[in-house]
């Protein structure tokens, strides 16, 4: 059971299953660490340009929008933030991630503080971080912070 929304995260998981699956040792220790966290950023860039529904499956949070000026100078875009803070499968791992993207003003309207969606579009880059984070948390498990992933031309639809 997910504790995010109502998607199931199958498509990162089985990404993230084949990965560990390779590279057993990736959570020993601080040098397995940050190879596999450049490692996962270079995988997760390619399947994020070729699959753009890759992250379709998980429910993200509306969390923010700031207007700003469109890059043609031609009116206003709204520069949207949706987060996924605990995607957990139990005993798999513990996924974060922020999706950041550009809307109308009559898109960016229609959203509502703090509710679900499901998002894809044309993935453009991820946060200018040198690799994702990855770590044991206090608990053991597996956390994977993926940061900022930057989609275009959005396709958003509520999780409720």
Do not use: W
């Not at 139990?90 to 991630?97: H, V, W």
């Not at 922020?98 to 991820?126: C, H, M, P, V």
């Amino acid at each position: 059971m997910l504790e995010e929304g109502n998607a199931d995260g199958e498509k990162i998981n089985a990404f993230l299953d084949a990965y560990m699956s390779k590279h057993p040792n990736c959570f020993n220790n601080d040098i397995q660490r940050k190879k596999t966290g450049k490692e996962l950023r270079s995988l997760l860039e390619k399947e994020l340009e070729n699959s753009p529904d890759f992250l379709s499956d998980i429910a993200v949070k509306f969390a923010s929008m700031d207007k700003v000026k469109s890059t043609d100078n031609k009116g206003y875009k709204y520069l949207i933030s949706f987060t996924c803070s605990s995607l957990q499968k139990t005993g798999k791992y513990n996924i974060s991630f922020r999706i950041i993207t550009a809307l109308d003003e009559e898109e960016a309207s229609n959203l509502i503080d703090n509710q679900k969606y499901y998002i894809q579009g044309k993935f453009i880059s991820l946060s200018e971080k040198e690799s994702i984070n990855i770590r044991l948390d206090v608990f053991d498990d597996k956390t994977i912070e993926i940061g900022s992933i930057f989609i275009k031309e959005p396709i958003v639809t509520p999780a409720n």
